[in-house]
């Protein structure tokens, strides 16, 4: 166990946009139908880790399970898994497993999607809705493979068109959230009511939550007042404003304590609280357990 979980990052591209990437899975068991030139994916899997992108696993074939921040996916049939930037998970496979991964920034999408929703909007990347995996029919899956292969054509050439790359992941993404709204129509139906303002809201604290930690700031930045963003996140997140700020904070320190060896003390500062007496009282009050009793709890019993 080291003092950090590992970060992977996107390999830099020559363009001032980072280019999407497409990998196939490291024990594919069928690799001689994958396209002879797709790599496999670089980067441990098996072990826990983040990265500082986006990521789509579409799994056709394979059987074990997709661990994601503590909760626990059964990889069994087709299905699309999606990861987050700053999410920790590990892969686990009993079984060969033949697919596609694809990798790609935020920038990349909105570059090649103007006027399309952030990727926000999506459910499978709202963190809190915690829907990061779709399962797919035969067809869905024929439906799905067939993007993926072109994609995988175009991204191979001598030249490839990043704008039909952006393009197709823009179609991917769109298709991933009819077949949801079609799985959970009424979930679907609420959160497409949510207004924007609390989208924003979600964003500014996945990008902020270690440095930021006050409502007063949020609100500022979104340029309302604080009264007003905590009415509108308590009506349409279930929450208050600055609980769900502290369960961000929380989050990273559980993944910390799980996954490193950083003292309490350590992890505090490193979520810029600047009492660890204070962190260790709000992480009990909120976990039950004490950050140290936390980590040899959860060590033991599930990691």
Do not use: W
């Amino acid at each position: 166990m080291s003092d950090a979980i590992p970060v992977h990052s996107l390999p830099k591209s020559q363009s001032q946009v980072p280019a999407l990437k497409i990998y196939r899975f490291k024990n594919s068991g069928i690799a001689s139908q994958m396209p002879d030139a797709l790599p496999i994916t670089p980067l441990p899997t098996d072990t826990p880790h983040r990265h500082t992108y986006y990521e789509i696993l579409f799994i056709e074939e394979g059987q074990g399970f997709h661990e994601i921040d503590f909760h626990s996916y059964t990889m069994q049939g087709t299905g699309m898994h999606f990861i987050t930037p700053g999410q920790v998970h590990l892969l686990t496979f009993a079984a060969p497993c033949q697919g596609f991964i694809v990798a790609f920034s935020e920038d990349f999408y909105t570059f090649y999607n103007p006027g399309c929703p952030s990727l926000s909007h999506f459910p499978f990347f709202q963190i809190n809705k915690r829907q990061p995996v779709l399962r797919l029919s035969q067809s869905e899956r024929h439906y799905f493979h067939n993007i993926l292969e072109n994609m995988v054509e175009d991204h191979l050439s001598s030249e490839p068109d990043q704008n039909m790359l952006g393009q197709y992941l823009g179609l991917l993404l769109q298709k991933c959230a009819i077949i949801n709204r079609k799985v959970s129509y009424s979930h679907s139906k609420s959160a497409a009511s949510i207004p924007e303002i609390v989208g924003r809201f979600q964003e500014l604290v996945e990008k902020n939550f270690r440095e930021i930690h006050e409502v007063q700031q949020y609100a500022t930045i979104l340029n309302v007042s604080p009264d007003y963003l905590s009415k509108i996140i308590k009506r349409f997140l279930g929450v208050q404003t600055q609980e769900y700020i502290l369960d961000k904070l929380l989050l990273e320190a559980k993944r910390l304590l799980v996954f490193t060896n950083l003292s309490s003390k350590e992890i505090a500062y490193h979520i810029h609280m600047d009492d660890p007496s204070y962190f260790g009282r709000i992480f009990k009050r909120k976990s039950g357990l004490t950050p140290n009793e936390y980590r040899e709890h959860v060590r033991k019993s599930t990691i």
